[in-house]
Each structure stands twice: as structure tokens, then as C-alpha cells.
């Protein structure tokens, strides 16, 4: 059974830091890509950033490019996603998730095999 299980969201100010970790069971972790996608209230969720299963290649949508890191740790089977200079607009509750497809990363929420139960981060003006 796989589990996904995500940490670390809570309430910060503008400008603040948060750092959100996946732990991952039940899959060969190495083998997946792994994301974090987010869902604001009355939003679709979107994209925020991918670590490829191969080489850790990094993707990040537009909107936190410079701002966010995302990181792996396969022998821990962990996934992070270092959160810097937050703003009110990165509130929603954000997701991770793995993808088994080996040809290329891809930020259509839909390829995603398995997810976790979400966890909220909330920033303040």
C-alpha cells in the first residue's frame, strides 16, 4: 500500500519561510518522479515544482522561481520543499505526489500515480 505523507504547513508571516516534507512508503521511491502541487480555496490545483526520478533534474512553475526549492532523499524516501519569501497568495493546501512515467516530468496533476493527504500553509499580510 502506498502511502504519501506530508508535514510542515502551518501559519507564517509574509516574507517568512516554511519547509514541507513527504514521506513515502510502500513504492521504489527512487524509481518516481516526486511533486508538490497546490490548491487554493475555489482554485484548480496547479503545478508548484518536480524533482525527476533520474539525475534530480528540478522543475518550478513561474510563480515561485527563485523562491522555493524542491529536494529528494532517496535513501530516507523523503521529499522537501523549502518555502522562502512566502506570500499571502502562496496560501492553499499543498500536495505530494509521485509519477512513475520514465519519459519526462510532467506538470499535469493527472499523470500523478499516487498523493498525500495535503497539508495547509497559510500566509499573512
Known amino acids: 500500500q502506498v502511502q504519501l505523507v506530508e508535514s510542515g504547513g502551518g501559519l507564517v508571516q509574509a516574507g517568512g519561510s516554511l519547509r514541507l516534507s513527504c514521506s513515502a512508503s510502500?513504492?521504489?521511491?527512487?524509481?518516481?518522479?516526486m511533486a508538490w502541487f497546490r490548491q487554493a480555496p475555489g482554485k484548480e490545483r496547479e503545478f508548484v515544482a518536480a524533482?525527476?526520478?533520474?539525475?534530480?533534474?528540478?522543475y518550478y512553475d513561474d510563480s515561485v522561481k527563485g523562491r522555493f526549492t524542491i529536494s529528494r532523499d532517496n535513501a530516507k524516501n523523503m521529499v522537501y520543499l523549502q518555502m522562502n519569501t512566502l506570500k499571502p497568495e502562496d496560501t492553499a493546501v499543498y500536495y505530494c505526489?509521485?509519477?512513475?512515467?520514465?519519459?519526462?516530468?510532467?506538470?499535469?496533476?493527472?499523470?500523478?500515480?499516487?498523493w498525500g493527504q495535503g497539508t495547509q500553509v497559510t500566509v499573512s499580510s
Open positions: 505526489a509521485a509519477d512513475s512515467t520514465k519519459e519526462v516530468v510532467t506538470t499535469w496533476d493527472l499523470e500523478y500515480d499516487y
Open positions: 524533482v525527476s526520478w533520474i539525475g534530480g533534474r528540478t
Open positions: 510502500g513504492l521504489s521511491f527512487s524509481s518516481y518522479t
